[in-house]
């Protein structure tokens, strides 16, 4: 059963950083994309960044130049860095896991690397973030 917990949120002042934690567990890590998105009030779940093959990302161009994702070497937790903050990053930043492959009509199929929140099915709680000027 897919566990994702995340942590690492709170109050940060404009211009700060941010360092968010996601510990997985309960599933096949190295089977799975994972990913951050993230949720303002009063708006759509955004992804933020996704993790790839051989460490590459895909970040939203919105937090592309200060953000970095990574994992650890036993990639069971996935980190989510932020520089420079802004007030508009402000919001309930979640990780989530997607399979790599499944199994449809007799046939093995590759999931694409995807930011979009409707390809997730396999989410944590969420932890919040506060900017502050």
């Known amino acids: 059963q897919v566990k994702l917990v995340e942590s690492g949120g709170g109050s940060v002042q404009s211009g700060g950083s941010l360092r968010l934690s996601c510990a997985a567990s309960?599933?096949?890590?190295?089977?799975?994309?994972m990913a951050w998105f993230r949720q303002a009030p009063g708006k759509e779940r955004e992804g933020v960044a996704v993790?790839?093959?051989?460490?590459?990302?895909t970040y939203a161009d919105s937090v592309k130049a200060r953000s970095t994702i990574s994992q650890d070497n036993a990639k069971t937790t996935m980190y989510l860095e932020m520089r420079d903050v802004k007030a508009e990053d402000t919001a309930m930043y979640y990780c989530?896991?997607?399979?790599?492959?499944?199994?449809?009509?007799?046939?093995?199929?590759?999931?694409?690397?995807?930011?979009?929140?409707?390809?997730?099915?396999?989410w944590g709680q969420g932890t919040q973030v506060t900017v502050s000027s």
């Open positions: 989530a896991a997607r399979r790599r492959v499944y199994y449809s009509n007799g046939q093995w199929h590759a999931n694409s690397l995807s930011l979009s929140p409707t390809d997730y099915n396999s």
């Open positions: 993790l790839g093959d051989d460490g590459t990302a």
């Open positions: 309960g599933f096949p890590y190295a089977t799975y994309y």
